[in-house]
Each structure stands twice: as structure tokens, then as C-alpha cells.
Nanobody, 119 residues
Framework: QVQLVESGGGLVQPGGSLRLSCAASGMIFSFYAMGWYRQAPGKQRELVAVVTSGGNTNYADSVKGRFTISRDNAKNTVYLQMNSLKPEDTAVYYC?????????????WGQGTRVTVSS
């Protein structure tokens, strides 16, 4: 039974920082790439950052240089350090991984944690 639980969201002023966490269970964490997505009201969910099982990272252009994704395999946790936050970063942030087997592909999602950037 896979479970992803995000935490760390909240209200922050523009220019501030937040650190999000995603605790995973029910899967072999170290085998999977982990991603952070976000969704603002009325907008499509978008990929923010990915860290592979090998530790390689990729970021959306909109957050590059400001956000850092990392993982702690011993704690089965992936983090998103968010610096220099902007109002446009306001969204619900979701943790994700993808399982593939044969001809199928399934995305697992957490419940999300809300980030509001406002003065």
C-alpha cells in the first residue's frame, strides 16, 4: 500500500523560503525517481522538479536557480527547498512517483501541501 505524505506548506512572504517534505511508504523508495508537481487554482498541474534514483535533478525553467530537490533514502523522504519565493509560486504542491510494469504505467500522488506566497 503506497502512501505519499507531503508537509511543510504554509503562508510566506515574497522573497521568503519554505522547505517541503514528502514521506514515502509502501514501496522501495531508492528504486524510483521522485517528483514535485504543483497546481494553482484553475491551472493544469505542472512538473516542478525531479530527482532520479541516481541523484540527477531536473527543474522547470520557472523555478530553476530558486528551488532545490533532494532525497534522503535512509528516511524515505524527498524534499523541495524553495527560496526567493514569488506570488506565482502559490499552489498546492504534490509529491509523485511513477510505477511501470509491462504495458502499464501508474502515477502515485500525495494529498498535497498548500503554499501561499503573499504580502
Amino acid at each position: 500500500q503506497v502512501q505519499l505524505v507531503e508537509s511543510g506548506g504554509g503562508l510566506v512572504q515574497p522573497g521568503g523560503s519554505l522547505r517541503l517534505s514528502c514521506a514515502a511508504s509502501g514501496m522501495i523508495f531508492s528504486f524510483y525517481a521522485m517528483g514535485w508537481y504543483r497546481q494553482a487554482p484553475g491551472k493544469q498541474r505542472e512538473l516542478v522538479a525531479v530527482v532520479t534514483s541516481g541523484g540527477n535533478t531536473n527543474y522547470a525553467d520557472s523555478v530553476k536557480g530558486r528551488f532545490t530537490i533532494s532525497r534522503d533514502n535512509a528516511k524515505n523522504t524527498v524534499y523541495l527547498q524553495m527560496n526567493s519565493l514569488k506570488p506565482e509560486d502559490t499552489a498546492v504542491y504534490y509529491c509523485n512517483f511513477v510505477q511501470r510494469s509491462g504495458g502499464w504505467r501508474y502515477d502515485y500522488w500525495g494529498q498535497g501541501t498548500r503554499v501561499t506566497v503573499s504580502s
